[in-house]
């Protein structure tokens, strides 16, 4: 490439192109002063994430500006406790209203049978357990969060703003786990600027990055919307299964969303009402 010789960031392009972060277009130019898209910048995150060695630690990143978010999409979560969090086990909230807890690491499961429960620069570890954080009753609000280490990360009523899903993990013969998985009888969620990723930690597929069924249980209508989030892996990562034991639709809506390219059979399975998704891997 010839088109940046002489431009003030020609060192830093010189960079960029060594690493493999950046490729410039199919006609051998990198167009330094063009405007960058958002899914050009998704596929340069990507490249970043995979050129990482998989001990590297990711240095920290300051939040965005009030108002400003961003996906979460290296091997870790961009936002999450300080490194000196409170630690404890599992926990259960049983009683009604809102509880806010920020900076703790939970060795365990957490749900919400009452109220609202909001986590805030929070880690789960599920160690292992069927799920990690779960809506059952109440719903649960996760902020800037990681979720990790169990079969299915998040089930039911959890909406998620700027969350890491990932590195599953289950102690089943049969595993099926999921990212995130919607079952129950009329769960709703929304997740926005997360990272929801359908793999284990071994670096296998998981089932999916996201399942919404309600053809078990009493068949009640399933919603769930996802804006501006990071999908991928799983056999699909995105499964989507209406119909069989009760009357209730799956309506789902994708909107600016980008898939990574990495899944067994595909990026969808089922029908969903709105379906904005770019591909930006491999």
Known sequence: MS???GHWAEDEIDYVLEKGWMVGDPDGNFRPDDTVTRAELAKVLTNVDETYPPD???PPVDPPPDGEYYIPVFQGPILTH?????????????SEGTETITNTLFNGQVRCSKGLLILRNCEVKGGGRDWAV????????????EIWDAEDGLKDDVDTLQTTVHKLRSTNAEPHSDAVQLQGSGSKATHRWSYLNGYYATGSFANSAIIVKNDIGNGALQEITVEDCYLNGGNYTVYLRSGGAGPGPVVSDFKRCFWGGE???GERSGSARVWDVTKVGA
């Open 82 to 94: 300080d490194g000196n969090p409170t630690v404890r086990g599992s926990y259960n909230k049983t």
């Open 134 to 145: 779960a809506g059952w009753g109440g719903r649960v609000f996760l902020d800037q969060c």
């Open 3 to 5: 088109d940046f010789s």
């Open 56 to 58: 590297t630690e990711i």
């Open 263 to 265: 899944a067994r059979y």
